[in-house]
Nanobody, 126 residues
Framework: QVQLVESGGGLVQAGGSLRLSCAAS????????MGWFRQAPGKEREFVAA????????SYADSVKGRFTISRDNAKNTVYLQMNSLKPEDTALYYC???????????????????WGQGTQVTVSS
């Protein structure tokens, strides 16, 4: 079992930056591929970014490519999402997720993930 706790959300003006963190419990964090998803009111949950277990490969949604960066620190059991040049359309509840073995690569599909956090709210004002 893995428990995920997100933090770092908040209110920011358009063009600003935030860094989200997702802290994971357990000693096998380095074996999990990790992802970030988001859900805006009235919309379906959508993929944002993903990273392989080693951190060697990443994947991004087209809408955030070039603005967001996913990274991980396996020694700290934490995955990050650096968000720059934020836009009002980035407003959503952001979730991190973990995919257990045998999945090791960056995954874009929510169904590939086994564990989810409770989410952290990001609000971007215009």
């Amino acid at each position: 079992q893995v428990q995920l706790v997100e933090s770092g959300g908040g209110l920011v003006q358009a063009g600003g930056s935030l860094r989200l963190s997702c802290a994971a419990s357990g000693r096998t964090f380095s074996r999990y591929a990790m992802g970030w998803f988001r859900q805006a009111p009235g919309k379906e949950r959508e993929f944002v970014a993903a990273i392989s277990w080693s951190g060697g490969s990443t994947s991004y949604a087209d809408s955030v490519k070039g603005r967001f960066t996913i990274s991980r620190d396996n020694a700290k059991n934490t995955v990050y999402l650096q968000m720059n040049s934020l836009k009002p359309e980035d407003t959503a509840l952001y979730y991190c997720a973990a995919a257990r073995s045998p999945i090791t690569t960056a995954q874009r599909m929510a169904g590939q993930y086994d564990y989810w956090g409770q989410g952290t709210q990001v609000t971007v004002s215009s």
